[in-house]
């Protein structure tokens, strides 16, 4: 399938806001601060787990952390779409899924304290996956290459999640998966069959779609003809 090359993209500019360096700072610190809760809270579960299906317990945290890094060493754009892709995918779906399972199983499901504060689940998003959910997007706007072969690849890989989060029990919680294991394969293909329908809008020209809704005045463009820069070359 035709790939359109990502220049021709940025060669058109990308809004201020979101190559500033105070927001990207800003961003960082953010994805880090909960990467690092959310591996802290999956950390018990890994007793008893082989250490190489570490990877697969903690969702939302391992793909908050790569996120930051993203942000930190945006240099290999072009030549790791491949990781772009997951990256993106995997932001989308976990996005998704964690919230909604807050509200599918209140009883088992909570979202966690903030700041010490008990506060309820809300719809249609819990907190931080909302910040996650636009992260994806942003990125699958501005960021993706169109290609088939990509997107396969990462949708393959999220799929191979799912077996071995319902194979190996590495599932977050997966005590409470396995009581009600038929509903979770359920939800979850549900989840995937959404996220193939997401994944095929952005190949088949659905970023040019979005950036044409996403009308933003001339002054506030700031055009790049290429996103290498460091922080530090961001800030000079």
Known sequence: MHTKSISAILKKGIPKFFTHPIVLFIAIIINLFWGILGFIAYFPQTNGISFFLWLFIPDCPLYTVLFAAFLIDRNRIKTHQNFMWILT??????SLAAPMIFILFPQNYHAPPIFGINLPNIYPFDYFHLILFVQGIIIAIFFLERSFRNFAISFIWLLFNDFIDFTFFTFPFYYLVYEKLNYFLAFYAILNITLLFIGL?????G???LKNVLIVKKSDIEPITYISHSM???ET
């Open 232 to 234: 530090i070359e961001d």
């Open 201 to 205: 809008f952005f190949i088949f020209n």
């Open 89 to 94: 995918l995997g932001l989308l779906k976990f």
């Open 207 to 209: 970023s040019n779609y």
